[in-house]
Structures are given as C-alpha cells and as structure tokens.
C-alpha cells in the first residue's frame, strides 16, 4: 500500500508523481506544482519514500528492481557472469495481501536473469478474443521489471498469457539467441487459492511464477493452429501453383511432375514456426504428392529441397525407405536441379 513520500504512477490514466498526504481512501499526488487527488488503490508505487534519519519505515518495498538513471562512463560496461550467458526468464504474480486471496489485487514482473537485454511483449487474451499488449518494453540484465497491477477482474480475463522477446547486448559481442514466444494457458482458480502461490529464488514471498525459458530453453513455445496451417497451404497453392497440382494434372508415364517443397511456396508465412514446424509441413506436402500419384505407373516426381544441411533430404529418403518401397529414388538432373533435388518414379 502506498504512503506519503512514495513516488507513484496511476493505474489506469497517464501521470504521476509523490505523494503529499493521504485523507481516507484518497491519495494528493504532486504533479509539478499541482495536486492531484487519486484513489489510493489506484496508485502504483515505483520509488518508496526515503525514512527519516533515526526512524524505522513500516513500508516493505515490493520485490522489484527499478535501476537508477546514471550517466555512463564512456566504454564502461555492465559486469556479466558465466551463468548469465544462459537466458533464464520468469513470468510472476504477486499478491499484494497473501492472507485476503479473495479480495487482494497482484502485481506482475518479468524477471531477467541474464546477461542480455531483453526487447519484450507481455500479451494476456481471454477465452475466443485476441491477444492484448500489457507491456512493452526493454529490460535490463539481471533485473525484474514491474509489468503492471492486475485487479480481480482482470485476472478472469487471463486465461492465457504470453511472453516475446528478442535478447541482446549493448557495446559488446555476443552469441545470437533466436527471439521466442512462449504462451502459458492460465487456470485462473489458483490466484484465489493459498497452496497455489510457491517460494521463488526471485521473491521474498510466495508467488505464482511461470517459466518462460530455463537456461536458453523455451518452456512452452507458442502453440500453432493446425487448421489455420492448411488453410494457409490451400490458399498458397490456389493462389501461386494450381497448374502445377498432381491430381488437376491427371500425370501419365514418362511425365515429370515437380514439386517445390521450400516452405515460402507452401505458407503464405513462417511466423511463430519452429524447424521442427516447418519440416512437417513438408513433408506432410510430400506424403500427399506421393498418394496422389501412387496409382499413376512410370510418371517422375521431381522434390525440389534445396541443398541446406540435408534435413528435409534425408527425412524424404527415410520416407522412401519405409513406406514406398516399391518406387525408384535417385538424384534429379544437376543440370536442371543443381544438387536440391531428388526424383522418384512411380513403379
């Protein structure tokens, strides 16, 4: 709760400032010169006030880090450890009154312990709408950030959480993490139940944390819509490749059939796709050609991979291997294909 001295921001319009005196429930912010008068409950502590020389200070300064503003020296840097090369990242709530679950509000942070900087999005949704940006912002190595209060009723609208980011450093070389979304869904019963909220490394009381990433892990990647793929994979094919469909094509023997199975001629975009992602979406194409063409004796389908590093190749090959043994596989004509290609004739 906040009190007289505290610098404060305001939960739910722009401003703030410290506060000068309280009256009942009502708080008088300071806003250059002005007074303002503010719901206690709607201010959010982001500086608590200094105690007197001598006097012991009642307030209990919630768990957050807010890094001083200081000019920095020229080509000084921030200090790392060797376990901060690893990205470890926690999602929490913290209740402000653990012992009054049912009427408390919480407070959200992100934690960043790392030796990278952290560009990042915290998105909540409720049940059949959009993703809302809650926060976005830069967060430092090795600190929390407060991400914002959340009241009784928005907690009913944060049946699924998420976070995004891209990791760097500043004035220094460091190894490239790849940028990462990771969504939790949130069973929100548990912000009312005591045994729900745990001890956390990162907290003096008990909170409701979720991992985002443990030592360069995603914990819980972005999930993909599976009906959302194919009808992106109809529409690339209506739009870009019909004459080239196998069946339309009705593909007699001695014909050659040719199948681009690079991911841009199949998704109208990779977002949120890992390589795992795409690779079945690959060869989901592949199995689906080589049904489709199974009956039509002596025709060529040529797969077009590309060279890379031999993945989707080789994931083709095993495919041949166990489930069309009776085809013909070799290499497609490097004068045409260069070396990402592999034709299989229809036996």
Not at 102 to 127: E, H, I, K, M
Not at 134 to 160: C, K, N, W, Y
Not at 168 to 192: G, I, M, S
Not at 234 to 261: F, H, M, T
Request: hydrophobic letters at 35%; charged letters at 25%; proline letters at 5%.
């Amino acid at each position: 709760m906040a009190q007289t001295g505290d610098m404060v921001r305001f939960l739910n319009s722009v401003g703030g400032g410290r506060i000068v005196r309280i009256e009942d429930n009502i708080a008088y912010v300071d806003e250059d010169g002005f007074e303002t008068p503010v719901l206690l409950k709607e201010c959010v502590v982001v500086a608590p006030a200094q105690p007197k020389a001598g006097a012991q200070s009642k307030y209990v300064a919630p768990p957050v880090i807010v890094p001083e503003t200081k000019p920095q020296k020229e080509n000084e840097l921030s200090e790392e450890t060797p376990e901060g090369e690893k990205l470890n990242v926690v999602l929490a709530y913290e209740p402000e009154e653990i012992k009054h679950l049912s009427t408390t509000g919480y407070d959200a942070y992100l934690v960043n312990d790392s030796n990278y900087y952290l560009y990042f999005t915290y998105l909540t949704r409720a049940d059949g709408h959009g993703w809302i940006t809650r926060f976005a912002g830069i967060v430092e190595p090795s600190i929390q950030v407060h991400l914002g209060h959340v009241t009784r009723e928005m907690v009913s609208e944060m049946d699924r959480v998420a976070i995004q980011y891209v990791a760097f450093k500043r004035d220094r070389e460091f190894k490239l993490k790849a940028p990462v979304a990771v969504e939790y869904a949130v069973d929100t019963t548990k912000f009312f139940k005591l045994h729900c909220f745990h001890d956390n490394i990162y907290f003096d009381s008990p909170v409701i944390a979720f991992d985002i990433v443990k030592n360069d892990i995603p914990q819980r990647p972005m999930s993909i819509d599976s009906s959302a793929l194919q009808n992106s994979i109809a529409r690339k094919k209506a739009v870009d490749r019909p004459a080239k469909s196998p069946v339309s094509k009705n593909p007699r023997k001695g014909d050659i059939v040719e199948v681009d199975l690079h991911v841009d001629e199949l998704l109208d975009t990779t977002a949120g796709l890992g390589n795992a992602d795409i690779l079945q979406v690959q060869m989901k194409e592949f199995n689906r050609v080589m049904n489709d063409n199974l009956k039509n004796k002596g025709v060529k389908i040529v797969f077009i991979h590309g060279k890379g590093e031999g993945v989707l190749r080789n994931a083709i090959l095993k495919e041949l291997k166990h489930k069309y043994k009776s085809c013909d596989v070799q290499d497609a004509s490097f004068r045409e294909y260069g070396f990402g290609a592999t034709q299989v004739t229809i036996r």
